[in-house]
């Protein structure tokens, strides 16, 4: 259960990268920066996609849980979503499922494609085997789906609803809890799916689209629907990231030994650009993480503590991607007292520094030195080569299947314990972590999807030759 939610939280982030174009084009059309027509069409395009993340979802995760991301399980799973939709609608009008029913089918036609993409019918019926029998099996499940929601979905609806209230009634300790988890949830790659319910579920807000009430859930989608109420589960992930990791990141150059000053100025100066430019934390997370938990510990506890105190100051700033200064600069206009972000920021960078550079001085981690990263390894980011990675898995016949997210390549294998994790840090891995004795995920920063294509092109060209 627990590697195939690390696979669904995977899944999600297809969808989910689709949404910063549609913030940008809701951004542009709210008429301040173009104002006519042209206005109307960025909004246009940004509601279309904001309007059907139940069908995105859908797609992306029956796409990201296909073995080999075969387009035939996104087709099955949009299939799926449509036809589940309209059944359950038919069955009662006021039924709200949101992204829920693009997680369930997209899971559904996921499974399905993996379970059926090569059988063989009697060759009477020998033209629908295979992955067209996918779409078809799917369409009954669907409708198995839509019966079951029409019928009894509002249960669950009611339990979401006590449960979102639960939440906001916690108020300011809802959102630090929230915050905590969805850092401490990282290194398992399970935030994805915390952030999926608070994200684009949690809440709902009702604004009039061509003429017709239409309902928005979840913190992002109601920010950018117009909500002023909205951005509480994002907003204080600002302070953290354009202010806080990099003030971290100071504190662990300055307790850095002296003679490996220079190898560790040059990397922590990277990944906390990224992170205050960006929003994209798991480099600089994945190098403390497992040498210094009890840092990223405490790196979840202030988290938590920056999403309550924005909540507090009443700052309400949502974003696209992640909260770096490129969505900060882009939603500026959207947010409620941004601006307080700013110092904010800065009394959490004191903060962060403080409490960082205390903490690093009992436990004296070797984060740089002798067996970790170097001037080598930093050059070996840029020059892996393939096969360097494939003997690190454990041969060829030891791989599975290679998928990747943003930052991670995430493998499943034969068997997690013939992997060399020395020969990972000597090919710029910032982190390696092993849910299971068959599942292995690689943090590697942005590189991680292209490192992954060339993984299935050489497996793929090796097999071919066999």
């Excluded at 027509?37 to 059907?52: C, R």
């Excluded at 700033?317 to 969505?327: C, H, K, P, T």
Aim: glycine share 10%.
């Amino acid at each position: 259960m627990f590697s195939f939610l690390q696979r669904i939280g995977k899944a999600l982030m297809t969808p989910i990268a689709v949404l910063p174009v549609a913030a940008l084009f809701l951004r542009l059309g709210f008429g301040d920066i173009f104002d006519g027509q042209l206005a109307v069409i960025m909004k246009t395009a940004g509601e279309s996609i904001f309007g059907n993340l139940d069908l995105l979802f859908g797609i992306g995760i029956a796409y990201g849980l296909a073995k080999n991301n075969d387009g035939t399980a996104a087709l099955s799973g949009a299939v799926g979503v449509l036809v589940a939709k309209a059944v359950y609608l038919g069955i009662d009008e006021n039924l709200k499922m949101g992204v829920f029913v693009g997680i369930i089918m997209g899971v559904i036609a996921g499974l399905l494609y993996n379970r059926f993409y090569d059988i063989k019918l009697p060759e009477f019926l020998g033209f629908f085997g295979g992955k067209r029998f996918v779409p078809i099996v799917t369409t009954i499940s669907a409708i198995t789906v839509g019966v079951l929601a029409g019928y009894f979905w509002h249960f669950a609806q009611s339990g979401i609803d006590v449960f979102s209230h639960a939440i906001i009634g916690l108020d300011k300790l809802g959102t630090f809890i929230y915050g905590a988890l969805n850092r401490l949830l990282i290194p398992l790659g399970l935030h994805h799916i915390l952030n999926s319910v608070f994200w684009f579920q949690l809440g709902d807000y009702t604004y009039v689209k061509d003429g017709v009430a239409t309902v928005a859930n979840g913190d992002l989608h109601r920010f950018f629907a117009g909500d002023k109420s909205a951005g509480i589960y994002m907003s204080g992930f600002y302070v953290v990231m354009m202010f806080g990791l990099p003030a971290m990141a100071l504190a662990i150059y300055l307790r850095t030994p002296q003679e490996y000053r220079k190898r560790a100025g040059a990397i922590l100066a990277g990944v906390a650009f990224t992170s205050f430019l960006t929003g994209i934390t798991e480099p600089l997370e994945f190098l403390f993480i497992f040498a210094a938990p009890a840092l990223f510990v405490l790196h979840a506890l202030l988290t938590g503590l920056a999403l309550a105190m924005a909540q507090l100051l009443d700052i309400h700033a949502g974003f696209g991607f992640s909260a770096g200064l490129i969505d900060y600069i882009i939603n500026y206009k959207l947010a409620q007292n941004p601006l307080l972000i700013l110092p904010l920021g800065v009394g959490f960078a004191l903060l962060y520094f403080t409490l960082s550079y205390i903490l690093l001085g009992f436990l004296k981690p070797q984060l740089f030195g002798d067996n970790a990263l170097d001037n080598n390894v930093q050059q070996n980011i840029d020059n892996s080569n393939t096969l360097s990675f494939v003997e690190a898995l454990g041969g060829r016949d030891n791989i599975v299947e290679t998928n990747a997210c943003i930052t991670r390549l995430r493998m499943t294998l034969k068997d997690s314990s013939q992997i060399d994790n020395t020969a990972f840090t000597a090919l710029g891995a910032s982190g390696v972590i092993k849910p299971d004795n068959k599942s292995i995920q690689i943090v590697l920063g942005t590189k991680a999807e292209k490192i992954a294509q060339e993984i299935r092109d050489y497996l793929d060209k090796n097999t071919q030759a066999l």
